[in-house]
């Protein structure tokens, strides 16, 4: 079974800029993978912010964006909102299965 | 409006099985697939399967392929995960999550959006 890795930690001050990485042990994420970015702030349900790597929901702030980068997939925030503390997490598409990654704690500080 | 209602809490022993149920308002049911997700106290989110009901087919997590079975009922707009031989490590929220039919060309793929308010399971003895 693939093995999805994020960043455990990041840290971004105010208005500031952070890109969060999701990697697969498989190689290089393609498109093909389908990378999307879920946010789950404390006692929440996750929200979707971010689907087929870098499509935003109609509630996904324009701050938030997905690409790829280097390999993997990426979720970049632009001027860093307090309200953007939470965990973010990334999950790719292997034919039929879902693979989440563990998890980054993002803290705006 | 597009809402996800989970049932309720449930407090399960060792050995026994839990069927959460996840009815889907706003919307064709038709047009999405209902995906289960778990997360265990403090830890990440973990996928466990996935279901298509305009198909009937169910796609499962290597992890569960053995102790989850995940169905829906169309008539009701209504998503089931049936999970047995329940563990001490089974304790945990279990969500659905919805995710929509996105065609481009002759290729469709399916795209979470809205997910339930989760339902704690507690497998204590």
């Known amino acids: 079974q693939a093995v999805v890795t994020q960043e455990p930690s990041l840290t971004v001050s105010p208005g500031g800029t952070v890109t969060l990485t999701c990697g697969s042990n498989?190689?290089?994420?393609?498109?093909?993978?389908?990378a999307y970015w879920f946010q789950q702030k404390p006692g929440q349900a996750p929200r979707t912010l971010i689907y087929?790597?870098?499509t935003r929901h109609s509630w996904t702030p324009a701050r938030f964006s997905g690409a790829l980068l280097g390999g993997k997939a990426a979720l970049t925030i632009v001027d860093a909102q307090p309200e953007d503390e939470a965990d973010y997490y990334c999950?790719?598409?292997?034919?039929?299965?879902?693979?989440f990654g563990g998890g980054t704690k993002l803290t705006v500080l | 409006q597009v809402h996800l209602m989970q049932s309720g809490a449930e407090v399960k022993k060792p050995g026994s099985s839990v069927k959460v149920s996840c009815e889907a308002s706003?919307?064709?049911?038709?047009?999405?697939?209902i995906n289960w997700v778990r997360q265990a106290p403090g830890q990440g989110l973990e996928w466990m399967g996935v279901?298509?009901?305009?198909?009937?087919?169910?796609n499962y997590a290597q992890n569960f392929q053995d102790r989850v079975t995940i169905t829906a009922d169309e008539s009701r707009k209504t998503a089931y995960m049936d999970l047995s031989s329940l563990r001490y490590e089974d304790t945990a929220i279990y969500y659905c999550?919805?995710?929509?039919?996105?065609?481009?060309?002759?290729?469709?793929?399916?795209?979470?959006?809205?997910w339930g308010q989760g339902t704690l399971v507690t497998v204590s003895s």
């Open positions: 999550a919805r995710a929509v039919r996105h065609c481009s060309g002759t290729t469709c793929q399916y795209f979470f959006d809205y």
């Open positions: 706003g919307g064709t049911f038709s047009n999405y697939a």
């Open positions: 279901i298509t009901p305009i198909f009937g087919t169910a």
């Open positions: 498989t190689g290089t994420v393609t498109s093909g993978r389908y």
């Open positions: 087929d790597t870098n």
């Open positions: 999950l790719l598409s292997y034919g039929g299965a879902r693979i």
